[in-house]
């Protein structure tokens, strides 16, 4: 089965379904993405602070696909940014996973108390996308305000905007920001696992009433309706998983057809309650850490 495909603001296509390894150990990595790839994944998601960005390289190595079949994207890291120093963190990044052009660079965070080192980091973005060493480039976890204030100072509009996305908290505002600015959203934690590990006050999207009920009407998973979800409205999605059965279960959503009554009582269970840390609460100080070079 292929992956449909999102187009990007500068004609690259991403496709519409991508498989992360955040918290995935690097002995786990190259198995889970190999499961991934051969279960038809084309769109790997990693990140210089996930510690893991070699096994995935390793993991396409050992795969029968050309490096030009499998869509790759990483992240720096706040403790990376700057000019120079983002320039260096792409150096890093690119030697771990084996390649010399990455398809997507993000940067990970904005950086709100220390901004000036987020621009620098970005316009090295925009540098890296002139030479042809990234195919595209965008940020993470952006709220309104960052994304206007780099606007203001830099040349490149993002291409996505990856950020918390899931029934309980939709982000509908920047959604729309993101939208109107022709970035696209990629939803990480898609189905609201964040909320299982960290005390968010909610229960389980997987045991939502709403949401099973519509899964029962499509013979579907919880799970997969919930991609559905995001598929059908849009969105580029991030799944993770490192169990066979359920890589297999997240890939297998493109024949959902919720209609636009089950689409907007899912949307409906928003709550506003961010499951991340709050973007303004990102500080050097407190999640500053140093990345390997090797």
Same mark, same amino acid.
């Given at each position: 089965?292929?992956?449909?495909?999102?187009?990007?603001?500068?004609?690259?296509?991403?496709?519409?379904?991508?498989?992360?390894?955040?918290?995935?150990?690097?002995?786990?990595?190259?198995?889970?993405?190999?499961? $991934?790839?051969?279960?038809?994944?084309?769109?790997?998601?990693?990140?210089?602070?996930?510690?893991?960005?070699?096994?995935?390289?390793?993991?396409?190595?050992?795969?029968?696909?050309?490096?030009?079949?499998?869509?790759?994207?990483?992240?720096?890291?706040?403790?990376?940014?700057?000019?120079?120093?983002?320039?260096?963190?792409?150096?890093?990044?690119?030697?771990?996973?084996?390649?010399?052009?990455?398809?997507?660079?993000?940067?990970?965070?904005?950086?709100?108390?220390?901004?000036?080192?987020?621009?620098? $980091?970005?316009?090295?973005?925009?540098?890296?996308? $002139?030479?042809?060493?990234?195919?595209?480039?965008?940020?993470?976890?952006?709220?309104?305000?960052?994304?206007?204030?780099?606007?203001?100072?830099?040349?490149?509009?993002?291409?996505?905007?990856?950020?918390?996305?899931?029934?309980?908290?939709?982000?509908?505002?920047?959604?729309?920001?993101?939208?109107?600015?022709?970035?696209?959203?990629?939803?990480?934690?898609?189905?609201?696992?964040?909320?299982?590990?960290?005390?968010?006050?909610?229960?389980?999207?997987?045991?939502?009433?709403?949401?099973?009920?519509?899964?029962?009407?499509?013979?579907?998973?919880?799970?997969?309706?919930?991609?559905?979800?995001?598929?059908?409205?849009?969105?580029?999605?991030?799944?993770?998983?490192?169990?066979?059965?359920?890589?297999?279960?997240?890939?297998?959503?493109?024949?959902?057809?919720?209609?636009?009554?089950?689409?907007?009582?899912?949307?409906?269970?928003?709550?506003?309650?961010?499951?991340?840390?709050?973007?303004?609460?990102?500080?050097?100080?407190?999640?500053?850490?140093?990345?390997?070079?090797?």
């Amino acid at each position: 089965m292929s992956t449909p495909t999102i187009s990007l603001n500068n004609d690259v296509t991403i496709p519409a379904l991508g498989f992360g390894v955040f918290q995935t150990r690097p002995d786990e990595t190259i198995a889970a993405v190999e499961t $991934a790839l051969q279960t038809g994944y084309r769109h790997i998601d990693t990140a210089a602070a996930y510690g893991n960005e070699r096994e995935v390289g390793e993991a396409i190595r050992r795969s029968d696909l050309a490096h030009d079949e499998v869509f790759v994207e990483t992240k720096i890291w706040i403790s990376d940014y700057g000019y120079d120093e983002t320039l260096h963190s792409f150096d890093k990044s690119a030697g771990k996973l084996g390649v010399e052009q990455i398809d997507l660079l993000i940067l990970h965070q904005a950086l709100p108390g220390e901004f000036d080192t987020t621009i620098g $980091a970005y316009r090295a973005l925009e540098r890296l996308l $002139a030479d042809g060493r990234v195919r595209a480039i965008g940020v993470s976890n952006f709220m309104h305000e960052h994304l206007d204030r780099l606007l203001a100072e830099t040349e490149v509009v993002p291409a996505v905007n990856q950020i918390e996305v899931h029934p309980y908290f939709r982000q509908s505002a920047l959604l729309d920001r993101n939208n109107e600015l022709g970035i696209v959203s990629q939803a990480w934690s898609p189905i609201g696992g964040i909320t299982f590990y960290r005390d968010s006050g909610h229960t389980s999207t997987l045991e939502n009433e709403t949401i099973r009920s519509i899964a029962d009407a499509h013979g579907k998973t919880p799970a997969q309706v919930m991609l559905g979800w995001h598929l059908q409205q849009g969105r580029q999605v991030i799944t993770k998983s490192v169990t066979p059965a359920r890589i297999a279960e997240n890939f297998d959503v493109f024949d959902i057809e919720l209609s636009e009554t089950e689409l907007a009582a899912i949307d409906g269970l928003d709550t506003g309650k961010r499951g991340g840390p709050e973007p303004e609460d990102i500080t050097l100080e407190s999640f500053g850490r140093e990345i390997p070079e090797a």
